[in-house]
């Protein structure tokens, strides 16, 4: 006859060390994600953006190559360069949480979080200028406030 006491006992010491365990694991991936650093650069890498652990810009470098575009160019390659970093960032994050707490609620959360938030990059061609008067949009000076 087994003892009721040592059947409980048994089983919150499995749950302290089960919490203990998963604690461990969650530590171990905020250190890696703390760690997270993307870079992607464009304009024939005359900018660079890197992302941080957050997925948000932490620095935008230029080399002299800047020198030969446009100010519109130079922001268009910055927003290129930022949104490819970005959408790199849930794959990264994706491995993290596989390598660290696994296939889990919390982990597919953070996960479907940081894809909601820096979705795919979609393949298209050069950045388009941006409009000018007279290319269809009202750029009037009437206020919208009546």
Known sequence: MTDPLANVQRLVDDWERDAQEKAARYESMRQEVGRISITRSAAGGAVSVTVGSNGIPGAVTMTEAVSR???EQIAAAVM???????AAYPAELARIVGETV??????RHIVATAER??????PDGPP??????GDGDDFSDDSYLG
Not at 128 to 133: G, N
């Open 69 to 71: 575009l446009r100010p």
């Open 80 to 86: 290129e360069a930022m949104r490819q970093a970005q």
């Open 102 to 107: 696994g296939e889990t609620a919390s982990g």
């Open 117 to 122: 938030n820096f979705p795919q990059v979609e």
């Open 128 to 133: 388009a200028a941006p409009p000018r008067r």
